[in-house]
């Protein structure tokens, strides 16, 4: 089945700063990767995904990229803000979704 | 309107009694799933129902019972709760069976005492 991996398992940046988020997936048939943020007593929500066609994905202040080949990819957060604070998963899916371990990032303003 | 409601949100309970989850969503999706979520914030699928057939059965004790009377509910119903069943339960609904986001309730916070 689906492995997937999630480095780092917390993050801390400074505001203003940027944040990135890698995941590693084991399946070639995966080609679908969302990312979830959960913020403290909070469901999670999705907040960007990619598909396996596409290589970036920007979102206002997020983007994800993708390497099929390395089969891995990332969660970029610019200019980040203390409201950006949460638990970040990523999943990879080829059917149901698999998730990474999950990211805590702390924005310290 | 709530897109995934579940209930109750907060369970506490005695081991050894039996408890169930209720799960609806007003999305018009085919699929639904439960997640576990322990207390390391780690997501572990339970199951995964698309159009009220089980598609999805982890490794998950067959105390855990889930119903789907149709595609727009999925309740959870756990016997013999047992200290390590304490977790935040995930109810979740998507689009259809192929890859695609997730829409998750709220949550239900278990507690076994």
């Known amino acids: 089945g689906e492995n997937v991996e999630q480095h780092p398992s917390t993050l801390s940046v400074q505001e203003g700063d940027s944040a990135v988020i890698k995941c590693t997936y084991s399946?070639?048939?995966?080609?679908?990767f969302p990312w979830y943020k959960q913020e403290l007593g909070k469901r999670p929500q999705l907040i960007i995904d990619?598909?396996?066609?596409?290589g970036e994905k920007k979102d206002q202040r997020i983007a994800v990229t993708l390497n099929k080949t390395a089969k891995h990819f990332s969660l970029h957060i610019t200019e980040t803000q203390p409201e950006d604070s949460a638990v970040y998963f990523c999943?990879?899916?080829?059917?149901?979704?698999?998730f990474g371990d999950g990211t805590t990032l702390t924005v310290k303003p | 309107d709530t897109a995934v409601s579940q209930t109750p949100k907060y369970l506490v309970t005695q081991m050894g009694n039996d408890k169930s989850i209720k799960c609806e969503q007003n999305?018009?999706?085919?699929?639904m799933y439960w997640y576990k979520q322990d207390s390391k914030k780690f997501l572990k699928i339970m199951f995964s129902?698309?159009?009220?057939?089980?598609?999805i059965n982890e490794t998950v004790p067959n105390r855990f019972s889930p119903k789907s009377p149709d595609k727009a509910h999925l309740n959870l119903h756990i016997n013999s709760l047992e200290l390590g069943d304490s977790a935040v339960y995930f109810c979740?609904?998507?689009?259809?069976?192929?890859?695609?986001?997730?829409?998750f309730g709220s949550g239900t916070r278990l507690t076994v005492v």
């Open positions: 399946d070639s048939a995966s080609n679908y």
């Open positions: 129902y698309n159009n009220k057939e089980l598609i």
């Open positions: 979740a609904s998507s689009q259809d069976v192929g890859p695609g986001g997730y829409t």
């Open positions: 990619i598909r396996s066609n596409v």
């Open positions: 999305l018009g999706h085919d699929t």
């Open positions: 999943a990879a899916s080829a059917g149901k979704s698999t």
